[in-house]
């Protein structure tokens, strides 16, 4: 078997790092693997004995047209559609892009043309199961391993890489290209109460330049953007992660952070939340300004309770975040779906459950 993974763009993020671990694992496990960024590379390896992969359910010719070509090649096709059921209400705000809760509403649909659907979370697994996707999965974002918390004098290093010294800090995973989205003017504004509670915090912003606005906010560290390795150490050199959003369908920072024993504080509107509430860090209302900065403050100044969550939140990716299991559950996904016994044995709307339906 031969699988195309297809992604619009391969844009650096959390979609592509979840693609590209997926083709390493696969690679690894001796299959032959393609990607594709665009519709020539779709139409280029589309071609014989091919299971198609698409990630994303955006307005984009190339996700649409992958889905279009595979069905009129006949080939097998999965969809991962990255798209929690409380997306159409993230649209508000937004200007003439509300049409993208028209969008939200329709295009999900396109799953009854796929032979798997494979869903982050449960809530994401229902809503497809309600729009007749024929076989859905829920596979959850993976890391590769999981690291206990660095012992000083490492950390001190580390941190002293980024400009830090021994001050709490907040570390914020974002492009500023996704501020809407990440609820960055929120952040910012939760930060600076933290501030007048805590004067020496600290915001270590990954994928962030110094000339960017919230890089101008005292206290603040921009690190630019990062690669794989000075993430990691990103999330070792931090205190807790902060997750902004006003939307995240595919949190893969909350477990990233969680694979390092960092403890997290959430808005509600991220998909893991659910997870995070009360285990693994603290969640708090979307664009509540004191209760983020107090969630914040809470794992800074509580240093027994911070390590609680961070030690919950890696039992959690080793119990269901791995990326071996995760390669495993995928490729069971592609057998099934490659037998004609495997496109029918799943009736209509149906989730098969397993390590990460606990979502």
């Given at each position: 078997?031969?699988?195309?993974?297809?992604?619009?763009?391969?844009?650096?993020?959390?979609?592509?790092?979840d693609?590209?671990?997926?083709?390493?694992?696969?690679?690894?496990?001796?299959?032959?693997?393609?990607?594709?960024?665009?519709?020539?590379?779709?139409?280029?390896?589309?071609?014989?004995?091919?299971?198609v992969?698409?990630?994303?359910?955006?307005p984009?010719?190339?996700?649409?047209?992958?889905?279009?070509?595979?069905?009129?090649?006949?080939?097998?096709?999965?969809?991962?559609?990255?798209f929690?059921?409380s997306?159409p209400?993230?649209?508000?705000?937004?200007?003439?892009?509300?049409?993208?809760?028209?969008?939200?509403?329709?295009?999900?649909?396109?799953?009854?043309?796929a032979?798997?659907?494979?869903?982050?979370?449960?809530?994401?697994?229902?809503h497809?199961?309600?729009?007749?996707?024929?076989?859905?999965?829920?596979?959850?974002?993976?890391?590769?391993?999981?690291?206990?918390?660095?012992?000083?004098?490492?950390?001190?290093?580390?941190?002293?890489?980024?400009?830090?010294?021994?001050?709490p800090?907040?570390?914020?995973?974002?492009?500023?290209?996704?501020?809407?989205?990440?609820?960055?003017?929120?952040?910012?504004?939760?930060f600076?109460?933290?501030?007048?509670r805590?004067?020496?915090?600290?915001?270590l912003?990954?994928?962030?330049?110094?000339?960017?606005?919230l890089?101008?906010?005292?206290?603040?560290?921009?690190?630019?953007?990062?690669?794989?390795?000075?993430?990691?150490?990103?999330?070792?050199?931090?205190d807790?992660?902060?997750?902004?959003?006003?939307?995240?369908?595919?949190?893969?920072?909350?477990?990233?952070?969680?694979?390092?024993?960092?403890?997290?504080?959430?808005?509600?509107?991220?998909?893991?939340?659910?997870?995070?509430?009360?285990?693994?860090?603290?969640?708090?209302?979307?664009?509540?300004?004191?209760?983020?900065?107090?969630?914040?403050?809470?794992?800074?100044?509580?240093?027994?309770?911070?390590?609680?969550?961070?030690?919950?939140?890696?039992?959690?990716?080793?119990?269901?975040?791995l990326l071996?299991?995760?390669?495993?559950?995928?490729?069971?996904?592609?057998r099934?779906?490659?037998?004609?016994?495997?496109?029918?044995?799943?009736?209509p709307?149906?989730?098969?459950?397993g390590?990460?339906?606990?979502?």
């Open positions: 078997m031969k699988v195309l993974l297809v992604y619009a763009g391969l844009s650096p993020g959390g979609v592509t790092a693609l590209r671990n997926l083709e390493g694992g696969l690679l690894a496990r001796g299959i032959e693997v393609a990607v594709a960024g665009d519709l020539a590379g779709v139409r280029r390896h589309a071609r014989g004995d091919v299971l992969h698409v990630f994303s359910c955006l984009s010719a190339t996700t649409f047209g992958a889905i279009a070509l595979a069905k009129a090649r006949r080939l097998r096709l999965i969809w991962t559609p990255v929690h059921p997306r209400r993230s649209w508000v705000g937004y200007g003439p892009l509300r049409i993208m809760e028209v969008f939200d509403r329709i295009a999900p649909r396109v799953a009854r043309l032979d798997g659907v494979i869903a982050a979370t449960d809530a994401e697994a229902a497809f199961q309600r729009l007749g996707a024929r076989r859905v999965e829920v596979i959850a974002p993976a890391v590769d391993k999981t690291t206990a918390r660095l012992r000083e004098p490492e950390r001190a290093r580390v941190r002293a890489s980024f400009g830090l010294r021994d001050e800090t907040v570390l914020l995973v974002a492009r500023p290209d996704s501020a809407r989205r990440k609820g960055l003017p929120f952040a910012g504004a939760a600076a109460d933290l501030r007048s805590l004067p020496d915090a600290r915001l912003l990954v994928g962030h330049g110094p000339a960017d606005e890089a101008r906010q005292a206290g603040a560290v921009a690190a630019g953007w990062c690669d794989a390795e000075r993430i990691a150490q990103a999330y070792d050199a931090a807790v992660l902060m997750v902004s959003s006003i939307y995240e369908g595919l949190p893969r920072a909350v477990v990233e952070a969680w694979s390092h024993e960092l403890p997290v504080a959430v808005t509600d509107r991220v998909a893991l939340a659910p997870l995070v509430h009360g285990r693994a860090g603290i969640v708090v209302p979307s664009a509540d300004v004191p209760a983020m900065a107090g969630a914040l403050e809470v794992i800074l100044t509580e240093p027994g309770r911070a390590r609680e969550y961070g030690t919950a939140g890696r039992e959690l990716v080793e119990d269901r975040f071996a299991d995760h390669v495993t559950r995928t490729m069971a996904l592609y099934a779906v490659s037998t004609t016994d495997g496109r029918t044995a799943a009736a709307g149906r989730a098969r459950r390590l990460g339906s606990r979502c």
